[in-house]
């Protein structure tokens, strides 16, 4: 059970998705998330390293650049603002390509758990299911009766068809609000998560499903576009660069430098790249039909 002091509990893990991250302990805040903590917040000195992945973008960039035939005019720096920027990006047009799971138990009486600060940041959804009328679907009760008729030949078997369970499905969610036992949840100062009604028992699961960029598990189609889309940003920086002179004094009357070149190829690349993630990678609407 979670360990709590003043009435905020300490989820205790009861399963989790296969791309969590690296398990650590029992305790939810006890896992190393493959979320990158300070995405859009590093400054010059926080990039002294570059991680697998992103030396992998980083190497793709200058190679596409022309590195190490010729110089680029980019430091590690500008380099991790693009990476940033793209996954940045991807995430906000493909967030069910970064979705993750955890399922934690709650503890009789807490209805306040602490929850990683990676999570709290990037929380999609949290389902908390109670039984009705808090007793279960127990021989006699209204769910029981319903279950029954629904997978005899007095229900499904017969004359009981999806309109039915349609309507008996929102009677219940009627009497549930009516009742208080509706399960519903909020976000409470960006770092606590409140269920309500609540819990009465040790063991009744939470499942909280929250978005995380895994390298490790990422699609190599949704790699390349982060590579491509860092590219893009990339060139746009270095035309920034190289646009302050059009020419190099030198032998031979000085050197061109293809500044405008680049901005033109940067502001091309994006707008077909950002269109090729609303059309080919983000998921389409979803429209429920009752």
């Not at 017969?158 to 969610?173: A, G």
Request: include cysteine.
């Amino acid at each position: 059970m979670p360990e709590y002091g003043d009435k905020v509990g300490i989820p205790i893990v009861k399963s989790y998705g296969s791309s969590y991250g690296t398990y650590g302990g029992s305790r939810l805040k006890d896992y190393k998330s493959p979320k990158d903590k300070d995405l859009n917040n590093k400054d010059f000195k926080n990039v002294n390293e570059f991680k697998t992945f992103n030396k992998t973008i980083k190497d793709y960039v200058l190679a596409k650049l022309g590195f190490p035939i010729i110089d680029v005019e980019l430091d590690d720096f500008q380099i991790q603002l693009c990476i940033d920027e793209s996954i940045s990006k991807l995430e906000y047009h493909a967030p069910d390509w970064m979705t993750q799971y955890a399922t934690f138990d709650t503890s009789a009486g807490v209805n306040v758990y602490e929850l990683p600060q990676e999570i709290a940041d990037n929380l999609n959804d949290v389902w908390y299911r109670r039984d009705f009328f808090k007793f279960g679907a127990s021989p006699g009760s209204l769910e029981f009766d319903f279950a029954i008729m629904f997978f005899t030949n007095t229900g499904l078997f017969n004359n009981y068809n999806v309109s039915q369970y349609l309507l008996m499905q929102q009677y219940l969610k009627q009497v549930k609000n009516v009742l208080g036992q509706m399960s519903t949840w909020q976000l409470v100062n960006n770092k606590f998560l409140h269920i309500f009604p609540k819990p009465e028992a040790g063991d009744e699961a939470v499942i909280v499903e929250f978005r995380a960029f895994d390298p490790e598990t990422i699609h190599h189609a949704y790699k390349s576009w982060v590579q491509r889309y860092t590219l893009a940003l990339a060139k746009e920086v270095l035309a920034g660069i190289r646009g302050k002179y059009a020419n190099l004094p030198g032998p031979g009357g000085g050197t061109r430098l293809n500044g405008t070149e680049l901005m033109q190829q940067a502001t091309a690349e994006k707008k077909d790249l950002i269109e090729e993630l609303t059309t080919e990678i983000e998921a389409p609407p979803l429209f429920d039909i009752f």
